[in-house]
């Protein structure tokens, strides 16, 4: 099969901890070709969506990634596009997902661009309140700490639009950057933030579960640093192997159907002390974490589903 990645640029794949790479590399190991597409790569002419784009190959051993030469192939030629861009989702990433509607039923989208529209990562998760931890939206300064009084004076707050744990801040009572916090991250009450209850389960880590169309992938705990509230990967957490709870799997269960209708087919679960906090559907990391814990390759079981679906697709 065909595949195209439309992602960042391939000089800032991290081999040994990147999904995306770990895709790529699943794809050659299964004998199909991958191509290589930035956003803005991305076209249409005459009402047909293209891409400027490269084959890639990828391996675990120095140089880690080849590219061939760019060459213009229409988007319905490929039997599946991996959508990897990281987040933000700002415009680009907007105009990316329209144009990608022009394919729909004709090459397997992953994930779902309707769904990558429809599903902020922060505000997504509030469709299943009942296992979110206690959450305000809201750009007033005086809504924000009159709940933050109601959770009982600590809190997170974070952007709507952060990723990798950017952004995300304790907020506390008698805490004098307390207002300069609410400030900075609502613009001064011209943009939304996220004020959720602090979970203090935060300490033995945050749960990523990665999910395919539904089902349970893995898990991995990150754990933060000490001198950190942040447990991501990417700010220093440290990852150690974990078990999806029966009580996780129920949570799983009961979100499932809507992860589907919305054709959010690989995702990302963020969990503290079993409570839902994320939803991770642009670029969800972490599978090569979980695959050296399991003793298996999990992206070659992605990279199968895709086959199946690609086929069913076309």
């Known amino acids: 099969m065909r595949f195209l990645f439309v992602m960042d640029p391939m000089d800032r794949i991290l081999p040994d901890k990147d999904t995306t790479f770990a895709f790529q590399r699943a794809a050659g190991q299964r004998n199909h070709e991958s ?22 190959s990828v391996s675990d ?23 990897r861009k990281d987040p933000p989702f700002d415009a680009a990433y907007l105009y990316l997902t329209h144009i990608l509607e022009l394919v729909r039923g004709k090459t397997l989208l992953f994930n779902d661009p309707r769904g990558l529209r429809d599903a902020n990562e922060k505000l997504y998760a509030l469709h299943f309140s009942k296992w979110t931890p206690r959450t305000l939206v809201s750009s007033s300064s005086d809504v924000l700490f009159a709940f933050l009084k109601d959770i009982g004076g600590k809190g997170v707050i974070k952007p709507l639009d952060g990723a990798g744990g950017s952004g995300v801040m304790m907020l506390a009572e008698g805490d004098q950057n307390m207002r300069a916090i609410v400030e900075t991250l609502t613009l001064e009450g011209r943009r939304l933030a996220m004020l959720q209850e602090y979970l203090p389960a935060v300490r033995k880590g945050d749960k990523r579960v990665l999910l395919l169309d539904g089902n349970v992938l893995g898990g991995i705990n990150r754990v933060p640093r000490a001198d950190d509230l942040r447990s991501n990967i990417h700010v220093g957490g ?8 029966a009580e996780e799997r129920v949570l799983i269960e009961d979100i499932a159907p809507r992860l589907r209708a919305d054709g959010l087919f690989f995702v990302g679960l963020d969990l503290i002390g079993g409570k839902l906090t994320e939803v991770n559907v642009t670029s969800p990391t972490g599978i090569q974490e979980m695959s050296r814990f399991a003793n298996r390759d999990l992206a070659v079981e992605v990279i199968a589903w895709v086959e199946t679906k690609a086929k069913a697709t076309r």
Do not use: K, M, Y
């Not at 192939?73 to 599946?80: K, P, S």
């Not at 440290?238 to 709870?245: A, K, L, Q």
């Open 35 to 56: 191509f290589h597409a930035l956003v803005n790569e991305v076209f249409v002419r005459e009402g047909r969506a293209f891409a400027q784009c490269r084959t890639v």
């Open 61 to 83: 051993d120095a140089p880690h990634v080849t590219q061939g030469t760019t060459t213009t192939l229409a988007l319905e030629d490929f039997d599946a596009i991996f959508i």
């Open 238 to 245: 440290s990852v150690e192997p974990t078990e999806v709870t």
